[in-house]
C-alpha cells in the first residue's frame, strides 16, 4: 500500500465518450480524492467557454494521477536544472497542463453504477472495447515498423 502523498498514475487508450473512460474515472475517484488525466497531444479545438475539446470518435492515449493529496505538478523553470533535461521533456512540462482532459461527471447514484469490480467489468470483450483496440493498433503499427511488433 502506498504512502500518504503518493501519486497512481495510470496510462489508458480511449476514445472521450468510452463507456471504459467513464468506469475509470468512476472508480478512481471512488478511492482518491483528487484525479486528473492529460492527453499526450493537444486538444481538436475549445468550445465557447474555452475548455478543450477532443473528437469523441477517434483513440487517445490518456494518463491520469490520482492521489488523497492535491496534485502539484513540476515546473518546467525548476526541471530546467536538472541535468538530465532535455527540449522534449522541457516542452512537455510546458504544455500538458493546457492538455488536461475534462473528466465525466456522474451524479452520487450513477456513479456507484460505473464502479470497475469483479462483478462488474466494463474490460469485457464489447464492440467498443475491440474497436478501441483495433483503432490503437493501426496507430501503433504506423509509429513502429511490423517488424518490431512481431518480436512480442
Known amino acids: 500500500m502506498a504512502g500518504p502523498g503518493a501519486v497512481l498514475t495510470v496510462n489508458v487508450v480511449a476514445s472521450m465518450d468510452a463507456a ?3 468506469a475509470i474515472t468512476a472508480t478512481l475517484r471512488h478511492v482518491f480524492a483528487h484525479v486528473e488525466a492529460f492527453c499526450d497531444i493537444g486538444p481538436d479545438t475549445h468550445d465557447a467557454a474555452g475548455k478543450p475539446v477532443w473528437k469523441t470518435e477517434s483513440v487517445y492515449n490518456l494518463v491520469f494521477f490520482a492521489s488523497d493529496q492535491p496534485l502539484v ?10 541535468p538530465w533535461m532535455g ?15 475534462p473528466l465525466p461527471e456522474e451524479t452520487a447514484a450513477n456513479a456507484t453504477a460505473w464502479l470497475i469490480t469483479d462483478a ?4 469485457q470483450t464489447t464492440a467498443q472495447q ?7 493498433w493501426f496507430v501503433m503499427e504506423n509509429v513502429f515498423p511490423r517488424s518490431f511488433w512481431s518480436m512480442f
Open 73 to 82: 505538478y513540476r515546473s518546467a523553470a525548476r526541471s530546467a536544472r536538472e
Open 120 to 123: 462488474n467489468n466494463p474490460f
Open 87 to 101: 527540449p522534449v521533456y522541457t516542452m512537455m512540462l510546458n504544455t500538458f497542463a493546457a492538455w488536461q482532459v
Open 20 to 22: 471504459s473512460l467513464r
Open 130 to 136: 475491440w474497436s478501441t483496440l483495433i483503432q490503437h
